[in-house]
T-cell receptor, first 109, second 116 residues
């Protein structure tokens, strides 16, 4: 099956700085790559996604890039705010969602 | 639009006891998923329903876990008997059609199970 690796596992940034989280996947059949944000005690919430026919997608302060040749994709958050603090999960989908192990992001005011 | 509802939110049981979780998906969503999320890990799919039929249950420990989605709406996940390693958050998600792997999945708040 698919194997998704996510780095780093923890990330601390100063408010206003950028944060980057990277994921790699193994199955070349994966064609959909969502990113979820999970706050304490809540279920994961979709924040952005990208499909395999697109290299980059942006939504306000959040962007995702995809390199299908290298089998990796990244989440970029600019101008970070304290409310961005949460655990972020990437996923890759050949037939079902395979999630990464998560990145705990802390934005320091 | 109401989101995915789950109950209970928390459950504490002793090993070898039974437990059941309930999920009500977003109205009109044909596909329903149950995930297990162990502390510090990403969610792992247990079972996927399309309407009231099972699409994928390859990772469901069928000797102790069972799930049903009668009438193609609500679903229940049961563990009988529970083991210590079943301690986790059980997440329910739904998607509109689910015929392809690219449908957006919407997650409920989860049920945190502690097995003592």
């Amino acid at each position: 099956g698919e194997n998704v690796e996510q780095h780093p596992s923890t990330l601390s940034v100063q408010e206003g700085d950028s944060a980057v989280i990277k994921c790699t996947y193994s199955d070349s059949a994966s064609n959909y790559f969502p990113w979820y944000k999970q706050e304490l005690g809540k279920g994961p919430q979709l924040i952005i996604d990208i499909r395999s026919n697109v290299g980059e997608k942006k939504d306000q302060r959040i962007a995702v890039t995809l390199n299908k040749t290298a089998k990796h994709f990244s989440l970029h958050i600019t101008e970070t705010q304290p409310e961005d603090s949460a655990v972020y999960f990437c996923a890759a989908t050949p037939l079902q969602f395979y999630f990464g192990t998560g990145t705990s992001l802390t934005v320091i005011p | 639009e109401a989101g995915v509802a789950q109950s209970p939110r928390y459950k504490i049981i002793e090993k070898r006891q039974s437990v059941a979780f309930w999920c009500n998906p977003i109205s009109g969503h044909a596909t329903l998923y149950w995930y297990q999320q162990i502390l510090g890990q990403g969610p792992k799919l247990l079972i996927q329903f399309q309407n009231n039929g099972v699409v994928d249950d390859s990772q469901l420990p069928k000797d102790r876990f069972s799930a049903e989605r009668l009438k193609g709406v609500d679903s229940t996940l049961k563990i009988q008997p529970a083991k210590l390693e079943d301690s986790a958050v059980y997440l329910c998600a739904s998607s509109l059609a689910g015929r392809t792997s690219t449908d957006t999945q919407y997650f409920g708040p989860g049920t945190r199970l502690t097995v003592l």
